[in-house]
């Protein structure tokens, strides 16, 4: 009986320990490697679908305090980036809304520190001049009036990097800027939905508050894959409902 007992609380302690480094392994790949987020909005358009599901590699832009899961982050000090890499202009990024710290926010990176970047009649404008914009088909989606049609353009910075932008509305708020001169430490960000993304064009002290600048230390990583997408009628706790509601084209698919 003893025996029978002893060997009983053994296997015990060793699945709690299995469990225990099995929570440590995932918590040390989530804070190194990568870290899963899901899109909740439509201000990425058309690059990231509300319900897709992809990972950020936290390794590609270095580490900071917000690099740690769960918020924890937040109870230590201010220390910047280890090793300080920064972005490339047209990385889509992670990263903690500045004037919280704590809620997680996807955009493109359009300016690195000392861009001047301005809006002019809907068109970019990278240290006064034009970034190219061609007109391609336009985006149709399911939108809050049905099926939508929305005028979209292919956008390449000066380094080559291309992707598409939606032009929601002519002549919105956000379409005619002044000039936005990238602090030191900081990025500018802009969502490729142009006219439904409260960015970095949009002050915190706005109402509707938007971005501002981005530091560098807010950055959380660069979105590099989708792993899974549904159209919003499943979520990825409802695997019955997977075969009816995944998007089968977007899995696996880069983040351009």
Known sequence: MAKTKAKKDGGVVETVKTVVYAVL?????????????????????????????????KFSL??????LPFDLGQLLPAVGRIPAWAPERGDVAVFKLPRDNSTDYIKRIIGLPGDRIQMKGGALFLNG?????????????????????VPQYVETLPNGKSYNT??????????????????PGHVFAMGDNRDNSLDSRVSPNDNPPGVGFVPMENLVGRADVLFFSTDGSASIFEPWKWPFATRYSRIFNAVD
């Open 25 to 57: 392994i995932a918590i040390g790949i989530r804070t190194v490697a990568y870290e899963p987020f899901n899109i909740p909005s439509e201000s990425m358009l058309p690059t990231l679908l509300v319900g897709d599901y992809l990972f950020v590699s």
């Open 62 to 67: 270095g580490y900071s305090r917000f690099s």
């Open 129 to 149: 001049v034009e970034v190219p914009r061609r007109r391609v088909a336009d985006f149709r989606y399911e939108g809050r009036f049905g099926n939508e049609r």
């Open 166 to 183: 939606l032009d929601l509305r002519p002549n919105s708020s956000t379409d005619d800027t002044g000039v936005y001169v990238v602090p």
